[in-house]
Every structure is written in C-alpha cells, then in structure tokens.
C-alpha cells in the first residue's frame, strides 16, 4: 500500500471512529451516546471490513481481553458479503491450475453455494480421464484480490496497535502489539486453502472409520493455495431442526455423540476443530436412531500442550465433584496468578464464580461457561490464558450449547466420564510411564559413553588432586550419583524388555516390570 491510500484508509478508520463515537468507549463516564459501547463497536468493525471483522471475531472469544458486554456483541459479527461472479472464480480456478474448467469438471455451478469475506464455495463434478462424470465436489476459491487487502489492513492494525500502545494508558494495559502479533498468522492462515486441505485430510484420518463423525475427502490434484477442492457432502444443516425431528432423528444420541466427538478430538487425537458453529455442521440421517455428524470448514483448528491438557482435564474433575478449593488450589499450583497477588482474594474469587454455578442442576451447568468465567478472572489478575486454550472453551460452549438445544437433558459427565477416565489411565498410569522410559531409552543410551567418560575425568581430578576431606566428600557424591544414573538405566532397561515382552510368558514380563519399578523407585528415592 503506498503513501497515499494508506493515509486514505487512516482517514477512513478516523472517520468510522468518530461516528461512532469509538474514543468514548475507553472513558465510561464521558461517554454520552445512548448506544451501548459494543453495539457501536460491532457496527465500526463491520464498516470496516473483512480484516477487522476476523479481528473482531477472534477478540470475541477473549474474554481475558474483552469485557463480556463487548464480546457478546463482537459474537454477533456477520461474515456474510455479496458473491463475487462465477466468472471470476473460473479465472482463478484456471490460473491456478492451469486448465480450462471445462476440461476439469463435467459440471460446474457459477453461483455460489455460499460467499464469505475470504472465500466463496461453488458446487461442481469432477470429471473422469475418460470424460465421463466423476465425483460430486464443492469448490472453495479466495475472494479475488484478498491477499493484498488482508496484508496491507493487517499492517493498518500493527500501527493502529503501536499508536494505541503509545498514546492511550488504557490501551497499553491490553498489549494491543502482542494481541495483532498473535492474530496475525490466523488470519493469513486464511489466505492458504492448501492449509485448510491439510487440517481436513488430518481430521478425516483422525476419525476415518468412525461412527461419531465424517471429513470429507480432499482432492489433492485440484487443490492450491487460492483453491480448495473436495468431497460434496449431503447431510442436512444441523440448523434445520424441525426437518430433523421430522425424520425421527434420535436427537439424545446426537447430543451425546457431539460430547463424544469434542473429547475424543481433545484428549485423545489433541487435534479439535475450532470452528464448530451451526453453519459447519451437517447430520447424516441414512440411520435416523443412529445419526452422525458430518463437518466442513476447516479453516481453525487447535490442540493443546500437555500442561493445558492436565489442566483442563484436572479442572473438569474439580468442576464436577463441585470443589472449587480444589480449583483455586490448581490454579495456584500451576502458577496461574502473578506474584505479590494475595491467595485469599484469589480463592474468593473462584468461590464467587462456581458457587453460583455449583448451586443449579446438573443439567443447567455450563462448563464452557464455568471455564470462560475463569477466564475472566484470570483477567482481573492480570493473567494471559493461553489462545489455543480459549478457542477449545470456545468449541466447548458450542457443543454444549447445541447439544442442550439438541436434547435438554444432556449428562455431560456420564458422555465425557470414560474418556477423561481412559485419558488418566492413558497419562498417568503404569503403561505410560513404562512407554515414556521406553521413548527415553535411545537417547540415554546415546548419552551413556559420554556421561561414564565425564566421571572418569572427574575422578582423576581428585585423584591428583589430594585426598582432603572436602574432595572425598565430593567424589563419594558423584559415586552415588553414577549408581543411581546406572540403576535408573537398569530400572528402563527392565521397563524396555517388559514391554517388549509382553506378549511373551505372562510370568517374565511381569517379573521384570516389577523389578523396572524397584529399581526405579531405589534411583529415584
Ligand atoms: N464439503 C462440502 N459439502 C457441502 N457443502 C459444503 C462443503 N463445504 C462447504 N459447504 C457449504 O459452504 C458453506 C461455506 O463453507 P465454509 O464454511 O467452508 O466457507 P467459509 O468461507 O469459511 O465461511 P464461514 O467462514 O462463514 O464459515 C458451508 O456453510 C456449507 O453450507
């Protein structure tokens, strides 16, 4: 962007701003408009175009950031714009790959099955090497000329961030430089549909097989940067209630596989889709007492750290034994709030938020709700939760909120229960911490020489060295320290062979997992 429209652009940004009376927002009690703050917020954001409106989008779903009267209505951003021609997306489709349409596709619809900011979606068929009619697909294509629009308001909001980062004490609290930062790569993400392919064909292998959910299948051969080609699905909206309840779906196992689905991608693959809103979720009826999911869009995705798994996982058990002491102490354990804060105001203001909660029946309970309230205590305390930890609350609010719709009733626990249970097992139980000897085995064995060559050295040193009382003592700690490095190989070893042998006579390999554990609780003693 030159000179020239960039200034442009910045007198447009100054003008939305005022009408709007956007200043205002960061002083509460000058702020004279009768509109809510948010309600204005939302309708400068949607003037404002596609950048802001992701920008905006993804802000909703920070409650450490955002007070919650401006993320309910950031929540509300629409990313609905008018198609852009057929034409328009052949000459894409063409430059792309480098053949006429026609000779690609048997079949290929200029309107749009739908249209977004980034992209819009075609339906086609493939056709064969033969000529005849292939595969039923949809075509996404990148809006034309995006690129250049996303880059340079992109670069808009760094030096809108670094001038609201200079001038405005308030602002600066909010790190607005870090918070572009971070969004910046999900929203170029946007720009690539190999990426989003990719996440597809993840998921579709996650889940290949499965009963719960289908990803449909990508065509890699059509598929580029500007242009994603893959599997046309056929289920209905999950919007279309009433055309579900007509066909006698089992709407009790649909809320209940939907639960499923959102653990099983959290704790057992670590790999969610982020994106879970009505629009993206299609049934399968082919069995209305057994119906499936079927999504689409895979532009978000997420997974977690270990530490941010256990601690979701270990907050679930607090949540739904209701013992919120324990959430508070998981909290400090895990040296969530910053230093110098006062551990009591800190409990107190976890008993605030879950004792209301803990009071309701179980079927009113919320625990995307309970952790976005812990979220926004974190934001009290000054504590940065991590992104990838508030999209899945965000996905978790989503499936809760459309499985309760689905069927009231909805038992979380008993759903998430077994999973959580096996994940445990999985984590924390004696087959783990053999199977984590067994992936640390090489690499100590590659250390070992080197490690006995270090002694050796140390040894001699004191040797030379003198035989003063100090230096005994010194070498008697290193001796002690070498057998328990040794009896801890000696421990993985046996760990090793076990699990190696476990097919074998159960007898052996139960003797030597025994003495793995001896020897490893002797090292580590
Ligand atoms: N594989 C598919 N089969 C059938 N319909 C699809 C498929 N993929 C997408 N669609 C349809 O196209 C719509 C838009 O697709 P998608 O959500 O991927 O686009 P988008 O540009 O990311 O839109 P948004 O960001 O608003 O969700 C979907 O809501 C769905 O109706």
């Known amino acids: 962007m030159n000179a020239f429209s960039r200034l442009r652009r910045i007198w447009q940004i100054q003008r939305v701003l005022r009408r709007y009376r956007l200043r205002e927002i960061l002083k509460p009690h000058a702020d004279r ?47 609905r714009v008018p198609p852009f021609a057929g034409s328009a997306a052949r000459a894409i489709i063409e430059s792309e790959l480098g053949k006429p349409v026609d000779e690609m596709f048997a079949e290929f619809d200029d309107r749009a099955l739908a249209s977004a900011s980034v992209a819009q979606v075609h339906t086609a068929r493939l056709k064969n090497e033969d000529g005849t009619p292939g595969f039923d697909v949809v075509v996404k294509v990148l809006r034309p000329g995006i690129e250049a629009v996303m880059k340079s308001d992109i670069e808009l909001l760094h030096t809108l961030a670094a001038l609201a980062e200079r001038f405005s004490s308030e602002l600066r609290r909010l790190r607005p430089r870090d918070v572009v930062r971070e969004y910046e790569k999900v929203l ?28 449909p299948l990508v065509f890699w051969d059509y598929t580029r940067t500007r242009v994603l080609v893959m599997e046309r699905i056929y289920g209905i909206s999950i919007r279309e209630l009433e055309r579900l309840r007509a066909l006698d779906v089992d709407f009790k196992v649909l809320s209940e596989r939907g639960v499923e689905i959102f653990f099983k991608q959290t704790f057992v693959h670590n790999f969610f889709h982020a994106d879970m809103h009505p629009g ?62 006062r551990v009591e105001d800190f409990e107190a203001a976890i008993r605030t938020i879950c004792e209301p909660i803990f009071q309701r029946p179980l079927r009113d309970i919320s625990f995307g709700f309970f952790l976005l309230r812990l979220f926004q205590v974190a934001r009290r305390f000054d504590y940065q939760v991590q992104p990838q930890l508030v999209l899945l609350q965000k996905t978790l609010l989503q499936i809760e909120g459309l499985g309760r719709q689905l069927y009231p009733d909805l038992d979380l626990w008993k759903t998430a229960k077994p999973i959580m249970e096996d994940w445990m097992r999985a ?22 020489p080197e490690l006995a060559q270090q002694a ?9 060295g003198g035989k003063d009382r100090e230096l005994r003592a010194l070498r008697a700690e290193i001796r002690s320290a070498n057998r328990r490095t040794l009896t801890l190989v000696a421990a993985m070893a046996c760990g090793v062979a076990a699990l190696l042998l476990r097919e074998a006579a159960p007898l052996l390999p139960a003797a030597l997992g025994a003495m793995a554990l001896l020897l490893g609780w002797r090292a580590l003693r």
């Open 33 to 79: 408009d009768p509109r809510p703050r948010g309600e204005r917020l939302r309708m400068a954001i949607e003037e404002l175009g596609p950048v802001f409106i992701k920008f905006g989008q993804a802000l909703s779903t920070r409650p450490d950031i955002v007070p919650a009267d401006i993320a309910a209505e950031l929540a509300k951003l629409q990313d």
């Open 427 to 448: 984590r924390l139980g004696p087959a783990a911490t053999f199977e984590k000897m067994r992936a640390q085995a090489p690499g100590l064995a590659e250390s070992l």
């Open 188 to 215: 170029l993400d946007e720009l690539d549909l190999m990426r989003e392919g990719a996440n597809c064909a993840q998921l579709r292998r996650n889940w290949l097989g499965s009963k719960l959910i289908y990803h």
């Open 280 to 341: 993206n979720i299609f049934v399968d009826v082919s069995d209305p007492r057994q119906p499936s999911y079927q999504a689409v869009d895979f532009g978000i995705v997420g997974s977690l750290t270990a530490s941010d798994q256990r601690y979701l996982a270990e907050n679930f058990y607090a949540f739904f034994n209701r013992d919120y002491k324990r959430v508070a102490e998981l909290h400090l354990e895990s040296e969530w709030i910053p230093e110098g804060t």
């Open 456 to 464: 050796l050295r140390h040894f001699k040193r004191l040797d030379a």
